[in-house]
């Protein structure tokens, strides 16, 4: 496992969406190819999702004793399918920012985070081959503190994607690309299963050193550790999955929590961009 695949994903997640005319809707089955048109990628049929870690700096500023804001900074990769188990040699990584709410309670509290948070996906080579909106995002918190418990789940929509990459199967009958102007768009979702507080300083360190760039870039002024941490400075550790889903004629209802997926489809560029 190389230095990256210890950059896991802070809060990553996932929602699943069904359509109204069906009763699931996440692919199985589907093929990935990790260069994509390049040579030498990784090529793997996948039965459910893709294994995910990563790390995160995060940022809360409380308006009374309860109720703070967030900001955050995350990286992480995929680095591999958990059926059937493979670890990839040409990994696909992750940036995510976003902001958000909480509130702290003696038992549970809450993380709400906002529509329009950013997850960008880079191939191996380096290359963006996926622009990503936050669609929402929550989570429970560990009774009297600030801590995720567990699962904290994200739901993007796909914005700015290349093609090449993910296939609803083996034969590459249908790129994702060719289904991300469909109704309901392409959707992509995480789920992690053991959000952690990093406690050790050289282990903070390092995930500072991974995430300060971004962090900086995104919210302009650099994350500080010592500024009360474990309440109001963070620095997170977890691991988790995501599974695809392709959009289906008529409109798709939020049902809930669960393990969601995405398609990554054809490059379109932004017009603010």
Do not use: C
Not at 128 to 146: D, M, R, Y
Not at 237 to 254: D, I, M, T, W
């Amino acid at each position: 496992m190389n230095a990256m695949k210890k950059s896991l994903f802070a809060v990553a997640v996932a929602t699943a969406f069904v359509s109204s005319s069906a009763q699931a809707a996440f692919l199985t089955d589907w093929f990935i190819d990790t260069n994509g048109a390049a040579a030498g990628g990784d090529q793997v049929v996948v039965q459910e999702g893709l294994k995910t870690e990563g790390t995160a700096l995060v940022t809360n500023v409380f308006s009374d004793a309860t109720h703070f804001t967030f900001k955050e900074a995350a990286t992480f990769t995929a680095f591999g399918a958990n059926t059937p188990t493979v670890n990839f040699t040409n990994d696909l990584r992750g940036e995510f920012t976003g902001t958000g709410a909480g509130v702290v309670g003696p038992v549970t509290g809450t993380l709400t985070f906002n529509a329009g948070g950013t997850l960008k996906i880079f191939d191996s080579a380096n290359n963006e081959i996926g622009l990503f909106s936050l669609v929402s995002g929550g989570a429970a918190l560990t009774g009297g503190s600030v801590l995720p418990n567990g699962l904290v789940s994200l739901a993007f929509m796909a914005i700015d994607l290349d093609s090449g990459y993910f296939f609803t199967d083996s034969t590459k009958t249908t790129d994702l690309a060719s289904v991300v102007d469909a109704p309901g768009g392409v959707l992509f979702g995480f789920a992690t299963t053991n959000a952690s507080l990093i406690t050790g300083a050289s282990a903070i360190a390092g995930v500072v050193g991974a995430n300060q760039a971004l962090y900086t870039a995104t919210y302009g002024a650099p994350f500080d550790p010592n500024n009360g941490y474990g309440t109001q400075s963070l620095a997170l550790e977890n691991g988790g999955q995501y599974r695809f889903q392709v959009p289906e004629p008529g409109s798709l209802a939020l049902l809930g929590l669960g393990l969601l997926g995405a398609g990554v489809a054809r490059r379109r560029k932004l017009e603010a961009n």
